[in-house]
């Protein structure tokens, strides 16, 4: 079961959309579990950010009722993640590789140039529900999995998996199950 929590203020529909979508793209079950509060000292000052690692370490994942549960947590503000070899720059999101939780932010949709809210939302959750299933980036800019940051992922706004993607996820998706 994928579950969803919110740590912002979110239209129903919207939740309601974003769920829809999940399922439909990975073919299981997706609820809305209630919302959270993001944890004590995740806030980056200095970036006006929140760090998106440590909100998914230190957030408590007591809904998840499974051991091959997976949460996605949805928030409204920006999302830093620890300075790199190239610097730091804003993610839309972050996935625990091949864990169980994962953060995506609404930050930017709706405006100029970006999916709306519903569309651009329910994209992000499946890009990195896909990332906690051990899927990679795909080169194919129709697959959720294409790369957020690409033109391609603003083009299609279709919440999908290519095929290699869908047959990869429900293998992990059997896997997990037995």
């Not at 994928?2 to 974003?18: A, K, N, Q, W, Y």
């Not at 070899?85 to 972050?94: E, Q, S, T």
Request: aromatic fraction near 8%.
């Amino acid at each position: 079961m994928i579950r969803i929590v919110t740590l912002s203020e979110f239209p129903p529909d919207v939740i309601d959309f974003v769920s829809r979508r999940i399922h439909a793209a990975y073919g299981m079950g997706c609820e809305f579990e209630g919302e959270g509060d993001v944890p004590r000292g995740a806030m980056d000052d200095e970036q006006s950010a929140y760090d998106a690692v440590k909100i998914v370490e230190e957030m408590d994942d007591d809904v998840a009722l499974y051991a091959d549960d997976k949460i996605i947590y949805l928030i409204n503000e920006p999302l830093i993640e620890p300075e790199g070899p190239m610097g730091r720059g804003p993610v839309d999101g972050y996935a625990q590789y091949g864990g169980g939780k994962a953060v995506v932010t609404a930050h930017g949709l709706g405006e100029k140039g970006s999916l709306p809210l519903d569309v651009g939302l329910a994209k992000r959750a499946a890009h990195y529900v896909g990332h906690l299933w051990d899927l990679h980036h795909c080169f194919d800019p129709r697959c959720a999995m294409h790369p957020g940051w690409s033109p391609g992922f603003t083009q299609y706004p279709e919440v999908a998996l290519c095929l290699f993607d869908r047959e990869k996820s429900e293998r992990k998706i059997k896997l997990g199950s037995t």
